[in-house]
């Protein structure tokens, strides 16, 4: 299904502008633009010490791993570290890793029903529970799961070893990403802290998923950590603060190099985020951007329609995004999505979708939306 074209206006005082978009129901309203807000930088393989997530809160890592083969595909090797307390070198708490297959198939896939993930090759996902202490160096260590980062030959090494998973590979040549936060509310433990570790690397090795041997030589490989948990919980009880949804879509480019736009959509409508530039040679980033949708389809949910207000989730063909006024750095790129797949979780639609930029990139984009902030009146 295809909407009406998008038309974008700037208003307000300099400092303190925003941009207002019109177009289809559920896309932000408006932009935060003032250049001077908060800062976003390159990040640094310091910035995965466990230490570094601040407040206590609920850190999570992704290996997200795609074959230039067959680019609909992708495997992550995810980590989660909940009941922390608050952080710091020798301090440390439970986690929880795992690998797991999103496939993309063109048809159905039991038991989903859509093409998001199949069994048909048995269970698609395998994980274990372990325990880690900060040690003030990048990565994460544990008895079962750990990322290490060589500084002399500028890789990372990952490996995990379980009944149900493993893993044992090494990325190299990485190109880095941002390091930010995003203010949602108005309270420090709401914001959002994302660090695009690394956005493209060459990756060496094997991942084992229930069994079955999958090797990985020759794809490519991103590693990210983020703070969310206060974030969510917010928006679950405190929905006038927080959250109305977040986009993101980070694509790996046949140079090496990639294009990444994310950000958080307010409950007013208001959406915020970066966008990014990462070249073998050197990443630009500009903090705030405006963003234009076109194309939009009826996308095809897993199990039904189960979010209200139950009408289904409609997915952009593409996305648009530029450099807001003001920004040291101008530029402007355009995100493609390859699918129309989503989840309907009841208290949210998401999407976990392929997406590319140029010929021969392949990311992963993710289009969600509270169910709350659907429901509310817009504009």
Same mark, same amino acid.
């Given at each position: ?139 994460? @260590? ?59 690397? @060459? ?37 006038? +603060? ?45 903090? +705030? ?21 139950? &009408?289904?989730? &409609?997915?952009?063909?593409?996305? +648009? ?11 402007? +790129? ?5 699918? &129309? ?39």
């Amino acid at each position: 299904m295809a909407f009406a074209a998008v038309a974008i206006a700037v208003i307000g005082s300099p400092g303190a502008a925003v941009a207002v978009l019109e177009s289809q129901e559920w896309e932000p309203s408006s932009y935060d633009i003032d250049p001077d807000d908060y800062p976003v930088r390159v990040a640094t393989p310091a910035d995965s010490g466990l230490e570094r997530n601040e407040f206590g809160d609920l850190g999570i890592s992704w290996w997200w791993l795609k074959d230039p083969a067959n680019p609909q595909r992708m495997i992550v090797v995810v980590e989660g570290e909940p009941f922390w307390g608050a952080r710091g070198i020798g301090k440390g708490g439970p986690i929880a890793w795992g690998i797991g297959q999103l496939t993309y198939d063109k048809t159905p896939q039991f038991p989903l029903m859509n093409g998001v993930t199949s069994f048909k090759n048995g269970l698609p996902v395998g994980g274990w529970p372990d325990w880690a202490t900060a040690d003030g160096k990048p990565g994460l @260590r544990s008895a079962t799961y750990n990322i290490n980062y060589a500084e002399d030959s500028n890789s990372w090494h990952v490996q995990g070893s379980s009944p149900l998973a493993s893993a044992d590979f090494t990325a190299t040549e990485p190109v880095a990403g941002p390091h930010g936060l995003i203010k949602v509310g108005g309270d420090p433990g709401t914001d959002s802290l994302m660090d695009e570790i690394v956005l493209n690397s @060459r990756a060496t090795g094997s991942v084992t998923i229930a069994g079955r041997q999958i090797d990985i030589t020759g794809w490519r490989a991103g590693y990210w950590r983020m703070r969310i948990m206060g974030s969510i919980a917010d928006s679950l009880l405190d929905p006038n +603060k927080s959250w109305g949804g977040w986009e993101y879509a980070p694509v790996m480019e046949p140079d090496g190099g990639a294009s990444e736009y994310y950000g958080i959509l307010r409950n007013d409508g208001r959406y915020s985020g970066p966008l990014i530039d990462a070249r073998p040679s050197g990443t630009r980033i500009c903090a +705030k951007t405006t963003l234009e949708f076109g194309d939009y389809r009826e996308g095809r949910p897993a199990l039904g329609q189960l979010t209200p207000p139950f &009408t289904l989730h &409609t997915i952009p063909g593409w996305i +648009k995004v530029k450099c807001a006024p003001g920004q040291d750095v101008q530029m402007e +790129k355009t995100f493609y999505t390859d699918s &129309t797949d989503y989840v309907s979780g009841g208290i949210l639609d998401a999407t976990e979708m392929p997406v590319h930029t140029v010929p021969g990139s392949f990311g992963t984009y993710e289009h969600m939306r509270w169910g709350y902030y659907k429901m509310k009146p817009q504009r």
